[in-house]
């Protein structure tokens, strides 16, 4: 298995406060990734990064940021937590390759009251 | 606008008969295709890969085909066994990108 953990792995937490999840990894790739999945959408892309300090926004990044100080750790920032918000996110790492799959962390379930 | 579907959210199959996972994509420049299944509270793990440049592949019980022109792919699991009980997403993307964009997941349930 990559080595790829995420804290907290469950959180509860109230509309309007901000939350932190973090991501890391022991495995020294360069991309990495955040999604989320939800019933009826399958697994979508938040923000990636290519790089340290190099990121960019996927699919449903409205209400998230994203940070990349060291190769090793990638934060998602849920700025004002709001109850759409409430969803399983998995951050995930790969190669340079088009080929190189991504392989995905055990998962961080929020629930926003 | 979902550009790559996976029409059948749930699938039931008996133990040792084949299971037929499809998956539809609309984006031409998708040209490659992934694979992924997920157990209940784990992360998705890769299962298996194809280029657009070939038309199937084989990893053990598990081949995905890939027909370009109907813009469809389909993962076969022979046999099936009751461990093969998961959600099953199919992701593509293309060369030069490296965001994969994920299907919605096909429940299957591989019953004695």
């Known amino acids: 298995d990559a080595g790829i953990t995420q804290s907290p792995r469950h959180k509860v937490t109230e509309t309007g406060t901000p939350v932190t999840l973090r991501c890391h990894q022991t495995e020294n ?85 | 606008d979902q550009q790559v579907k996976q029409n059948s959210p749930s699938l039931s199959v008996q133990e040792g008969r084949i299971s037929i996972l499809n998956c539809d994509y609309t984006n031409s420049m998708f040209d490659y295709f992934l694979w992924y299944k997920k157990y209940p509270a784990e992360g998705p793990t890769f299962l298996i890969s194809i280029s657009s440049i070939k038309d199937k592949n084989e990893d053990g019980r598990f081949t995905v085909f890939l027909n370009k022109s109907a813009k469809h792919l389909s993962l076969h699991i022979v046999p099936s066994q009751p461990g093969d009980s998961a959600v099953y997403f199919c992701a593509a993307t293309y060369e030069g990108g490296n965001k994969l964009t994920f299907g919605t997941g096909t429940q299957l349930k591989v019953e004695l």
């Open chain 1, 29 to 113: 790739h360069r991309y990495m990734y955040w999604y989320r999945q939800d019933p009826g959408h399958g697994l979508r892309l938040i923000h990636y990064s290519y790089g340290v300090k190099d990121t960019d926004k996927g699919e449903v990044s409205d209400g998230y940021s994203v940070s990349r100080s060291k190769t090793e750790d990638f934060l998602l920032t849920l700025e004002s937590a709001t109850s759409s918000q409430t969803s399983v996110y998995f951050c995930a790492i790969s190669g340079t390759a088009v080929q190189d799959p991504q392989y995905f962390g055990p998962g961080t379930r929020l629930l926003v009251l």
